[in-house]
């Protein structure tokens, strides 16, 4: 008996510490593949706006030496408005290369190859002073842009598929969390004490290099997508490794078994085009749910809250020069959001995270436009509209924020997901660079009440996820699939019912 027990004792302490070693390495695969990956989309997000008028001051003094000419006020403003806007086209295009890289090199190769383009936007921005030149900036900013395109494909595709299905969605969701942590950092960084001065902003923009670097060192030693080894490559040795690496654990059967159940099920099938998912109606509803939630996550107006952050916080009384802290805030919210969310979604669900969150942000903006509209007139409603503006990130951290990236992962197939990627990160960097550029004009056509168009996204949204998405939370990849089978062959069913059995044996012969 005492054999047995010290057998069992040993067995234990054997699982703990495999246990322990699955820990560490998914936690630092989530780390390596985050602080390279969307970090640097919420990074390269905040770190512009502190050098604003710095720059804009370079650009003017870079053209009098070269014209002996300045430039006129709305000039500076077209290029100011083009270091900006030019940060989602190169968004747009990384997100359209991010499948075929994904395709071609894998998950984690193409995360390293990625920061080859953060590495020239560094080099460029950190030396345009000295150049004295602004074209840099521009040319900085599109190359940071394709940076971010790629990273926030392929990072969710990547960790969604490393991630055992228990925590699929908690260690998908960290790239909303990294995304939130680079937001606030870059804001930090940002401020006039540390890099947000006159003489430093060139070394603010070139600071995105050191994440790069950082993963460029840590994320070779970490395994690649197991699912991609098997599916993709037919690599069968591969894949059981990664998967001993990430699970610390020689009992894979079950989870082996289901990754070859999906590759038996999409067997002889190639790597889809994003054309060939429109054609396809065995996709229909996977697609229609990844257009209307991806749009729908820019069409909100939680970025556009940032804009009147500053003026709301200015009509409280905050004084001018602490507003920089404040704002800190805002992006802090959206962090802490982030992480609770990343906490609970195995718990809630991603369906009911999603419906609360647009819900909320309904609700606070038509608190927010009532605010707006009698700030001048009650004392107080300065105060009620910064409320707003952080229970309006605070709602969209909580579930729209993170859980829309990882959707893609769960409800596509292996050889779809790359192809529904390219189409998620297509739309939601074009309605990025279309809110930036309508909603100036939104806000002087409608002044107070320019958030009615979010509200009208954020009601319709939250309408679509109630009636039309079904749970992902704790199935396998095979289970979804076929749930979403029921939606996109519905109407063929009923039309099956009309049918006498001689043409139903028909139709299958």
Same mark, same amino acid.
Request: glycine share 8%.
């Given at each position: 008996?005492?054999?047995?027990?010290?057998?069992?004792?040993?067995?234990?302490?054997?699982?703990?510490?495999?246990? =322990?070693?699955?820990?560490? @390495?998914?936690?630092?695969?989530?780390?390596?593949?985050?602080?390279?990956?969307?970090?640097?989309?919420?990074?390269?997000?905040?770190?512009?706006? %502190?050098?604003?008028?710095?720059?804009?001051?370079?650009?003017?003094?870079?053209?009098?030496?070269?014209?002996?000419?300045?430039?006129?006020?709305?000039?500076?403003?077209?290029?100011?408005?083009?270091?900006?806007? @030019?940060?989602?086209?190169?968004?747009?295009?990384?997100?359209?290369? %991010?499948?075929?890289?994904?395709?071609?090199?894998? $998950?984690?190769?193409?995360?390293?190859?990625?920061?080859?383009?953060?590495? /020239? +936007?560094?080099?460029?921005?950190?030396?345009?002073? &000295?150049?004295?030149?602004?074209?840099? /900036?521009?040319?900085? $900013?599109?190359?940071?842009?394709?940076?971010?395109?790629?990273? &926030?494909?392929?990072? #969710?595709?990547?960790?969604?598929?490393? +991630?055992?299905?228990?925590? $699929?969605?908690?260690?998908?969701?960290?790239?909303?969390?990294?995304?939130?942590?680079?937001?606030?950092?870059?804001?930090?960084?940002?401020?006039?004490?540390?890099?947000?001065?006159?003489?430093?902003?060139?070394?603010?923009?070139?600071?995105?290099?050191?994440?790069?670097?950082?993963?460029?060192?840590?994320?070779?030693?970490?395994?690649?997508?197991?699912?991609?080894?098997?599916?993709? $490559?037919?690599?069968?040795?591969?894949?059981?490794?990664?998967?001993?690496?990430?699970?610390?654990?020689?009992?894979?059967?079950?989870?082996?078994?289901?990754?070859?159940?999906? =590759?038996? !099920?999409?067997?002889?099938?190639?790597?889809?085009?994003?054309?060939?998912?429109?054609?396809?109606?065995?996709?229909?509803?996977?697609? /229609?749910?990844?257009?209307?939630?991806?749009?729908?996550? =820019?069409?909100?107006?939680?970025?556009?809250?940032?804009?009147?952050?500053?003026?709301?916080?200015?009509? !409280?009384?905050?004084?001018?020069?602490?507003?920089?802290?404040?704002?800190?805030?805002?992006?802090?919210?959206?962090?802490?959001?982030?992480?609770?969310?990343?906490?609970?979604?195995?718990?809630?669900?991603?369906?009911?995270?999603?419906?609360?969150?647009?819900?909320?942000?309904?609700?606070?903006?038509?608190?927010? &436009?009532?605010?707006?509209? =009698?700030?001048?007139?009650?004392?107080?409603?300065?105060?009620?509209?910064?409320?707003?503006?952080? +229970?309006?990130?605070?709602?969209?951290?909580?579930?729209?924020?993170?859980?829309?990236?990882?959707?893609?992962?769960?409800?596509?197939?292996? &050889?779809?997901? #790359?192809?529904?990627?390219?189409?998620?990160?297509?739309?939601?960097?074009?309605?990025?660079?279309?809110?930036?550029?309508?909603?100036?004009?939104?806000?002087?056509?409608?002044?107070?009440?320019?958030?009615?168009?979010?509200?009208? @996204?954020?009601?319709?949204?939250?309408?679509?996820?109630?009636?039309?998405?079904?749970?992902?939370?704790?199935?396998?990849?095979?289970?979804?699939?076929?749930?979403?089978?029921?939606?996109?062959?519905?109407?063929?069913?009923?039309?099956?019912?009309?049918?006498?059995?001689?043409?139903?044996?028909?139709?299958?012969?």
């Amino acid at each position: 008996m005492d054999g047995e027990e010290e057998d069992d004792e040993l067995e234990r302490s054997r699982e703990g510490l495999l246990g =322990q070693v699955q820990s560490r @390495v998914l936690i630092l695969t989530v780390c390596a593949a985050g602080i390279g990956g969307t970090f640097q989309y919420g990074y390269n997000i905040s770190i512009i706006n %502190a050098p604003t008028t710095y720059i804009q001051t370079f650009m003017n003094e870079t053209w009098l030496e070269r014209t002996g000419a300045p430039l006129e006020n709305n000039m500076i403003l077209l290029l100011w408005s083009f270091i900006v806007s @030019v940060y989602p086209l190169g968004g747009l295009t990384g997100a359209l290369v %991010a499948g075929p890289m994904a395709i071609k090199l894998g $998950r984690k190769t193409s995360l390293l190859v990625n920061n080859v383009f953060v590495i /020239i +936007a560094a080099i460029l921005s950190g030396f345009s002073q &000295m150049a004295k030149s602004f074209e840099m /900036i521009m040319l900085s $900013r599109f190359f940071t842009g394709i940076n971010a395109g790629v990273s &926030m494909n392929i990072q #969710p595709m990547y960790l969604g598929e490393s +991630a055992p299905k228990k925590i $699929r969605g908690a260690v998908a969701l960290t790239s909303a969390s990294f995304t939130a942590l680079g937001l606030v950092l870059g804001q930090v960084f940002g401020i006039s004490e540390l890099l947000g001065g006159e003489e430093s902003w060139p070394l603010l923009l070139a600071s995105n290099v050191v994440p790069a670097l950082i993963q460029m060192v840590t994320l070779p030693w970490l395994p690649e997508s197991p699912r991609y080894l098997l599916i993709d $490559r037919g690599d069968k040795e591969s894949c059981i490794s990664a998967l001993r690496k990430l699970r610390g654990s020689d009992d894979l059967s079950s989870e082996i078994e289901e990754i070859l159940a999906e =590759q038996a !099920a999409i067997k002889g099938q190639r790597a889809k085009k994003p054309w060939e998912l429109f054609q396809n109606p065995a996709v229909r509803w996977q697609l /229609i749910s990844i257009i209307v939630l991806s749009s729908a996550m =820019q069409l909100c107006g939680n970025d556009s809250m940032y804009f009147y952050a500053g003026y709301v916080f200015r009509e !409280a009384g905050i004084p001018y020069d602490k507003i920089q802290y404040v704002i800190i805030g805002t992006g802090c919210c959206e962090l802490i959001t982030a992480v609770t969310c990343n906490m609970i979604i195995e718990h809630a669900g991603r369906k009911l995270l999603i419906l609360g969150g647009y819900s909320f942000m309904a609700v606070w903006a038509i608190v927010f &436009m009532v605010a707006l509209s =009698q700030q001048s007139q009650i004392s107080w409603m300065p105060y009620l509209s910064m409320v707003c503006i952080f +229970a309006y990130i605070l709602s969209f951290g909580i579930g729209p924020a993170g859980v829309t990236g990882i959707l893609p992962t769960e409800i596509f197939d292996q &050889m779809s997901r #790359p192809a529904a990627y390219m189409i998620c990160g297509s739309l939601l960097w074009f309605n990025l660079f279309l809110t930036g550029m309508a909603f100036p004009f939104i806000v002087e056509g409608l002044a107070h009440f320019c958030y009615l168009p979010f509200f009208m @996204v954020c009601v319709c949204t939250a309408l679509y996820v109630g009636f039309f998405l079904p749970e992902t939370k704790g199935k396998s990849f095979l289970e979804i699939s076929e749930e979403f089978s029921k939606h996109n062959f519905k109407t063929q069913t009923h039309e099956n019912l009309w049918k006498g059995p001689e043409e139903i044996k028909s139709t299958m012969l």
